[in-house]
């Protein structure tokens, strides 16, 4: 028996205000998205890849990497524009009838090899709206979190007695890896709820601590290459 029709979309805006550039910057030697495109084109699950993008020299590299290339209009281009709103566009734009949508951020070149099969998969397995991937939290928990006011007067976050890292109930965040969305939840649009798109049964994997690394600023670049390029130098060696 045949799986669900899986289609791959990697989001990537020209502009930045983190880190200009960004997504067609270049990562041990080839453009951010390229990693992207690269991980969505492995995935077993992934009959079609495509690229939404307002940028030309993200467009050209996506292309070159293997993707289908959707470029956006003005409306959903700034700052102010959606994850949801780009990827809906793609899939409208191409006529494009797959029923599981991948979601990609163009500035993720490290993720686990095997991340988007094991979101699909659960997303199968588990009949849910949506499936993301998410990592601990780690010592900067919400419980550690606090407000400073302009006197700089300390206000927990939220209340606790916590003393002990070791103590601290485990706590998660999106990392930015993989969005996996049925199609009937993308196209679930509702203007005072954002994350609509995820539906209502929102599920999640897991990831280690590294396993994902999103760039948003020059020391998650940094981050990023040293990684890539340790991974080259043990491929090399091989």
């Given at each position: ?42 995935a ?84 849910a709206?949506?499936v ?24 927990p ?9 070791q ?14 969305v ?56 091989r």
């Open positions: 028996m045949s799986g669900p029709d899986v289609a791959a979309v990697v989001i990537g805006r020209a502009e930045s205000r983190g880190l200009p550039g960004k997504n067609a910057m270049l990562v041990a030697g080839r453009p951010m998205v390229a990693y992207s495109v690269d991980d969505a084109r492995r077993a699950c992934v009959a079609r890849v495509y690229c939404s993008t307002d940028g030309e020299a993200i467009a050209q590299a996506a292309a070159e990497a293997g993707a289908n290339i959707v470029l956006r209009p003005a409306g959903i281009s700034g700052f102010d524009a959606t994850v949801d709103s780009a990827v809906r566009h793609a899939i409208e734009a191409t006529d494009d009838l797959a029923e599981i949508i991948v979601i990609l951020y163009a500035n993720v070149p490290v993720r686990p090899a095997d991340l988007i099969d094991r979101a699909v998969d659960t997303l199968c397995q588990t009949g709206d949506s993301q991937s998410y990592a601990a939290v780690g010592k900067n928990h919400p419980y550690w979190t606090v407000q400073l006011d302009g006197d700089a007067h300390v206000a976050w939220q209340a606790n007695t916590i003393y002990r890292r103590d601290l109930p485990e706590a998660f965040i999106p990392d930015g890896g993989v969005i996996a049925r199609r009937a939840s993308l196209f679930r649009v509702d203007l005072a709820q954002p994350h609509a798109f995820l539906g209502e049964d929102r599920r999640g994997i897991r990831t280690e601590r590294g396993d994902v690394v999103d760039v948003d600023d020059a020391i998650d670049h940094r981050v990023a290459e040293a990684m890539l390029e340790g991974r080259l130098t043990v491929e090399a060696s």
